[in-house]
């Protein structure tokens, strides 16, 4: 597998590793580089042997006292810039500045500036899809579709924010992991790298905080367009309602006239104030019935 190799002096050179050859050298076991070569391990940062592994997806890196070793070169970023900086930040550390603790609070602050650019680009997305669902004008089945693919990367980048808070909270619990973090036969103070965890970790709260707030307003939207799109059925029920019983009126009266209509003699048809008094007594009929019809429809809450 390739890699780039980081010395303490911060000279890189690109170098193919093989898993036997590192459990020699950092003094740990096959399955402790689990992290680094399997895609689908969680997040870690954790001692093991000679060595400490770090692995945020995005990044995965091996510490030795001496070296780190870089992995996944596939990624464009880790080669153009995340390397350069942090051998960078190598060359230029103070006397006092551990390397561990460099590289650590190198890879902290990448994943840091990641995971602040896809949170702004998310939230910029889901904020102008909630301004037009608010105008119900524009609601259509895109701006939905659109909502849910970003509501799920929202929902990912949650995910990954929250296991690696979480990492870091059970390390800031733990003495004895943090002084792991440390490639020292006795650790007396842990002050550093308390204070690189402990910066890191109020920034990703933060951000945590930001997209739970945002995904409440996404579910308070959601809520209101369901009311809103609730209201407008029952309006289109309520129009097709009264529709309904102006339609069963006017057959009612239909069949009257139909009735009027046979070829049976009844002896007035031939009378004009009959025909009055019919149409008369249907229109008030019809009248009657559509206020009977309208009361019963607000007594009963259905208007």
């Known amino acids: 597998m390739r890699a780039i190799q980081i010395d303490k002096n911060g000279n890189m050179q690109e170098v193919d590793v093989m898993r036997k050859t590192l459990t020699k050298e950092f003094d740990m076991h096959t399955r402790d580089l689990r992290p680094i070569f399997s ?42 810039i995340f390397v350069p900086n942090l051998a960078e930040k190598i060359k230029s550390r103070e006397k006092k500045a551990r390397l561990e603790h460099v590289v650590l609070e190198s890879a902290m602050a990448f994943i840091l500036e ?22 119900e004008g524009k609601i259509s089945n895109e701006i939905f579709e659109e909502l849910l693919v970003m509501k799920k990367k929202l929902s990912k980048l949650s995910k990954n924010v929250h296991e690696i808070t979480e990492i870091l909270d059970n390390i800031l619990d733990d003495d004895d992991e943090m002084k792991d973090l440390y490639f020292l036969d006795k650790v007396k ?34 809520e ?6 609730s209201s407008r059925r029952n309006r289109i029920i309520q129009f097709d309602l009264i529709l309904t019983s102006v339609t069963g009126i ?41 206020i009977w019809l309208w009361k019963w429809m607000k007594n009963s809450k259905i208007l």
Not at 50 to 56: H, T
Not at 264 to 284: D, G, R, V
């Open 224 to 229: 209101i367009l369901t009311l809103k799109l």
């Open 250 to 290: 006017l057959a009612f009266l239909a069949v009257i006239t139909g009735l009027f209509g046979m070829n049976i003699k009844n002896n007035i048809e031939n009378s004009y104030t009959a025909f009055w008094i019919i149409i008369i007594l249907m229109i008030l009929f019809s009248i009657l019935v559509g």
């Open 39 to 80: 895609l689908r391990q969680m997040p870690t940062i954790s001692r093991r042997g000679k060595g400490i592994v770090i692995n945020f997806r995005s990044i995965k890196i091996l510490v030795g006292e001496k070296n780190v070793l870089v992995f996944n070169l596939t990624s464009k970023k880790i080669v153009s």
């Open 114 to 135: 990641k995971t602040k650019t896809n949170f702004t680009k998310v939230s910029q997305a889901i904020e102008r899809i909630l301004t037009e669902i608010s105008d």
């Open 189 to 222: 103070d842990i002050d550093e790298i308390e204070s690189i965890l402990e910066d890191n970790l109020e920034q990703l709260e933060d951000i945590e905080n930001r997209i739970n707030e945002l995904d409440e307003n996404i579910d308070d939207t959601q």
